[in-house]
């Protein structure tokens, strides 16, 4: 094993920085963990998504399937967007069904429906998800307010 002695001068300039580097890069993670205020609680580290946002996507994801399914399908805007809905939702009625009247193409109408719909329902169980979390922590916080859990309860869940 090399030691300090024998490597000279330069090797422990290269050492003294490479520890600096290491502390700095330690510092930076803690800072990163805690959060700003430093007494490390989830509010500091993450930013909440605002539920307008959430609802904003969701609804401009079945206007703009409706748009698309209204001219691949030739079918009316409100169909096609109750047909959007119905299907992102998983509740599927069957009453509308695509490429059922297109004979060219079939195979692509249905490939393009498969990667919409996939895409659009995992657009929404994300959304939902990110409400329920604000949700959870706007009631947490009210019932903190109302004295009806206590601080330690709650943190005790994160």
Do not use: H
């Not at 510092?27 to 993450?46: F, H, P």
């Not at 399937?65 to 009625?93: H, Q, V």
């Not at 059922?100 to 939902?128: H, P, T, W």
């Not at 947490?140 to 943190?155: M, N, P, T, Y």
Request: aromatic share 12%; with cysteine; glycine share 6%.
């Amino acid at each position: 094993m090399l030691s300090l002695k024998s490597a000279g001068a330069s090797s422990t300039s290269r050492l003294s920085r490479l520890r600096e580097e290491y502390l700095i890069d330690e510092l930076d993670y803690e800072e990163y963990a805690v959060g700003s205020s430093g007494d490390g609680t989830r509010a500091d580290r993450t930013r909440p998504v605002p539920i307008w946002l959430c609802v904003f996507l969701v609804v401009s994801y079945i206007f703009g399937g409706a748009f698309l399914f209204s001219e691949w399908e030739n079918w009316p805007f409100l169909d096609s967007a109750y047909f959007c809905f119905i299907t992102l939702t998983t509740i599927g009625f069957g009453d509308f069904v695509p490429a059922q009247r297109v004979k060219d193409n079939a195979e692509v109408s249905i490939a393009l429906c498969s990667l919409y719909l996939l895409f659009g329902i995992a657009l929404l169980a994300m959304s939902f998800n990110l409400v329920q979390e604000e949700v959870i922590s706007s009631v947490k916080s009210v019932a903190k307010r109302l004295g009806i859990i206590k601080e330690e309860e709650d943190e005790e869940d994160d």
